[in-house]
């Protein structure tokens, strides 16, 4: 981190801002030019509250010139993470595909669901007990009672279960769920990141609608620093001017998400386009993307569903973009 002090300043001022960074773990450099100093800060230098040091009279400027995030950063862990659930392994070269439909409705809709996306070669089971619905008059979830529907899926097939959670109010509820999702809307509901960061469960963290990879990496760190290491990211698309998508799908976001983190990324192209026939397109672009995984909503009967029915894939059309993913996948040597 750099910063650098005005031109004018007194002898008090430098005191004062020198006095603030001996709370932290870093060296100051003083480099004094002809018109300008400036102080390199080496160390480690997330701790440091930059607004805090840009408020002193003395600071012009500050520069940050390492990220801002440690325990997802790849600098530090420079192997990609592999989070593993029931035997079945994210990231590194294992590729895996999380399906279901977005809300659990009834017992024999997620059973009916969850058989038939396994028989395609899904790994994972999906499915909404908790709806972040943005009308209050629309589904908002069976609740305790989704839940157990999921759980009585995952019995029957075998396939670990991912769910959404939205309080920590429902923590209890989620004791027996493979992996917790944080929907975007909650990517940055701090505390329940931090309380996440106290459980030992595998979090898909989801981008949020308008958030930059920094805030993204930046979530996942709020999980890591408690402690939760198995962190998966997943891109959903982005809040763009662009209306044909109901998102926009970000697709740059895989490789600079691998690039500056070891943590495995999976991407929805169900959510990031709003429009079936593009979740096969999208799916073979973000394994080319280099994606470790696949989050594609699929429903036994779209025209009927509760929530996101008209961008969900029947079984068969799912089973269909599983051929073409798979062969994808596997020219990218990608274990499935
Ligand atoms: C979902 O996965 O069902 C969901 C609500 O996604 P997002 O948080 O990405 O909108
Ligand atoms: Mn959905």
Redesign the pocket.
């Known amino acids: 981190m750099i910063i650098i002090l005005k031109d004018k300043h007194s002898k008090e001022q430098i005191d004062e801002l020198y006095q603030e960074l001996q709370q932290y773990d870093v060296d100051i450099k003083p480099i004094e030019g002809t018109q300008t100093t400036i102080w390199g800060l080496i160390g480690d230098v997330t701790q440091i509250d930059v607004s805090r040091i840009h408020s002193k009279e003395v600071v012009y400027d500050i520069k940050r010139v390492s990220e801002p995030y440690k325990a997802a950063n790849r600098k530090f862990h420079p192997d990609d993470t592999i989070v593993e659930v029931m035997n079945e392994k994210i990231g590194g070269e294992h590729f895996k595909v999380i399906a279901g439909p977005?809300s659990i409705e009834t017992e024999e809709q997620v059973i009916e669901v969850a058989k038939a996306v396994k028989k395609s070669g899904a790994k994972f089971l999906r499915g909404?007990a908790f709806?972040?619905r943005t009308s209050p008059y629309a589904f908002q979830g069976l609740h305790a009672e989704g839940i157990k529907l999921l759980l009585k899926a995952q019995k029957i097939t075998g396939l670990p279960i991912v769910t959404?959670i939205m309080s920590l109010a429902h923590l209890d509820l989620f004791a027996d769920v493979d992996i917790i999702?944080v929907?975007?809307?909650n990517m940055q509901n701090f505390e329940l990141l931090k309380e996440l960061g106290h459980s030992k469960k595998p979090i898909l963290l989801?981008r949020g609608l308008a958030n930059t990879l920094e805030e993204f990496l930046m979530s996942a760190e709020y999980i890591m620093s408690g402690g939760n290491e198995n962190v998966i990211l997943c891109e959903?698309g982005i809040r763009t001017f662009e209306t044909m998508t109901r998102n926009t799908l970000d697709l740059s976001a895989v490789p600079l998400l691998k690039h500056y983190s070891h943590l495995p990324v999976v991407v929805?192209p169900s959510?990031a386009t709003g429009i079936p026939w593009l979740v096969e397109p999208l799916s073979q672009a973000a394994i080319a993307a280099g994606a470790d995984g696949l989050m594609i909503e699929v429903h036994n009967n779209p025209k009927k569903a509760l929530c996101?029915g008209a961008q969900s894939l029947t079984p068969t059309q799912f089973d269909e973009v599983m051929k073409k993913i798979t062969a994808q996948a596997q020219f990218c040597n990608k274990t499935l």
């Open positions: 977005c909404g709806k972040p959404e999702q929907g975007a809307r989801k959903r929805d959510h996101d």
